[in-house]
């Protein structure tokens, strides 16, 4: 199996800056695509952003120029840079990989972690 585990979430006021961090570990052979999604209350889950093994990224249209995401391939691990922060930021943040376990490195299972609450006060 894979774990994601997510840190880094918490209370920061309207402007600050919050880092989240995600981690995978277990039965991993290789990790293709990692990324972060968010889920305000009420609403639908939302990408925030993406990015290759090769480091190519993509970004949620709301998050553009304030969101970095980067990867630490040899660590499988992938973080989040949240600058600008705005109340609708608020939610919680969910880590996402599509994995290659050893027992399936044929194919790519997603994976996601359970979640980290950014709240953003205005």
């Known amino acids: 199996q894979v774990q994601l585990v997510e840190s880094g979430g918490g209370l920061v006021q309207a402007g600050g800056s919050l880092r989240l961090s995600c981690a995978a570990s277990?039965?991993?052979?290789?990790?293709?695509?990692m990324g972060w999604y968010r889920q305000a209350p009420g609403e639908q889950r939302e990408l925030v952003a993406t990015?290759?093994?090769?480091?190519?990224?993509k970004y949620g249209d709301s998050v553009k120029g304030r969101f970095t995401i980067s990867r630490d391939n040899a660590k499988n691990t992938v973080d989040l840079q949240m600058s600008s922060l705005k109340p609708e930021d608020t939610a919680v943040y969910y880590c996402?990989?599509?994995?290659?376990?050893?027992?399936?490195?044929?194919?790519?299972?997603?994976?996601r972690g359970q979640g980290t609450q950014v709240t953003v006060s205005s």
């Open positions: 277990g039965s991993i052979f290789s990790i293709e695509t």
């Open positions: 996402n990989a599509a994995v290659r376990t050893t027992y399936s490195i044929n194919y790519a299972v997603n994976y």
């Open positions: 990015i290759t093994t090769g480091g190519t990224t």
